[in-house]
Structures are given as C-alpha cells and as structure tokens.
C-alpha cells in the first residue's frame, strides 16, 4: 500500500497522475508510434525491468510525471522535490529535458489550443534532444 504520511506521498499527485493517463496515452498512440526500441533513453533497461517495454510506453510514463510535476508546481511547490525523488528512483532520470519541453508547450498556449495540437512539435524537440 501507499504511506499515509503525507510528508512521504502525496495523494493528489497520485490522482493527477493516473488520470493523466487518460489523455497523454491516445495522443502517443496516435502520433507517435515508437514500437521500436530505439536509444531515446539512457536508463531504458531499467525501466524495462519495472514494466515499460517499449519506448512508447516510456514516453507517457514521462509525459504524465512531468504532466504531475508541473501540478506540483503550481499547486504544492512544497512537495516537488520530492516527487522528483520519487520518479528518478524509479529511473526517470531525464525528467528535467521533459519538462522543459512541456513549459515550452506552456509558453506557447496561444497558439496551441492542447496538447495534442502540439505534440508534433514536441516529438520533434524530444528527437533533437535525443540526437
């Protein structure tokens, strides 16, 4: 089960990231098919081993905890850090490039209406970091 300390685990963080799931899963079905296991990731045979196989799979994982800390941010910049221990101990350690690439996704809300619509400058952002 989870910690009832809140200190150590934040409910509404947990919450935030599993509906997330409900819209960050269809648009990388959708647009980016990366069944393949290329090197986008330098700890993938980590997360391989705690159960996200493919590089799609590990492209929403990160959406959604970068979708989690930057509601952290806005809503409990007190338990940030931590969440971000949370995620690098599970071997999302790249999390940083993924939030800048949503706050780039933030930045530019006028001229994308969500998400979705910029999605493919954001796998193109994710490809140039990668390179």
Known sequence: MY???A???NYDAFLFHKFSHIFINPIVDTYLPLKENIDLFSNFSKLQEIGYGSNDSIVKEYLVRA???RYLYFTNSNFIERQK??????GFVEMDDFIELFINYELKREQYVNFENYFKEFV????????
């Open 7 to 9: 200190s150590l685990f």
């Open 67 to 69: 979708v989690t800390q």
């Open 124 to 131: 193109q952002n994710l490809r140039n970091k990668t390179k």
């Open 85 to 90: 221990e949370i995620d690098a101990s599970f």
């Open 3 to 5: 910690p009832v300390d």
